[in-house]
């Protein structure tokens, strides 16, 4: 599994192109220590492609709601298509703080994860 470094989104923005890298055949992971994380992912093949997100807990207390279950994030990328997936909850992340994505196939498959800077 490849760690990805999360870039950073200012006021003056991020290019995209530069940022992303080509997605690992184990999967990648990426440190998710706070509430505004997100991963790019684009996809040029021609077969639509899945990223798996699988949370870390199946299960958890929501204010309000009592336990509540967490299912995986599962999402379809379609040929030329980029996404943005995210912010992830705590609930995703692994013992070290980072999130895990696998792929059905990573060929032509480019990932990247970007942590919107908040205003000060």
């Known amino acids: 599994m490849a760690k990805l470094t999360v870039n950073q989104i200012s006021e003056l923005g991020v ?9 690992a055949a184990g999967g990648d992971s990426f440190v998710n220590e706070k509430p505004n994380v997100f991963l790019a992912v684009l996809n040029t093949n021609a077969s639509t492609r899945q990223v798996i997100i699988n949370p870390n807990q199946t299960s958890t207390s929501a204010p309000g709601f009592g336990i509540v279950d967490k299912d995986p994030i599962i999402v379809d990328i379609a040929q030329n298509e980029t996404k943005l997936i995210g912010p992830f909850a705590q609930v995703f992340n692994d013992i070290n703080g980072e999130v895990n994505v696998t792929y059905d196939d ?15």
Request: net charge negative; proline share 4%; charged share 30%.
């Open 15 to 23: 290019e995209l192109s530069g940022a992303l890298t080509a997605a």
């Open 106 to 120: 990573e060929t032509d498959v480019e990932v990247g994860a970007f942590e919107l800077d908040p205003l000060r």
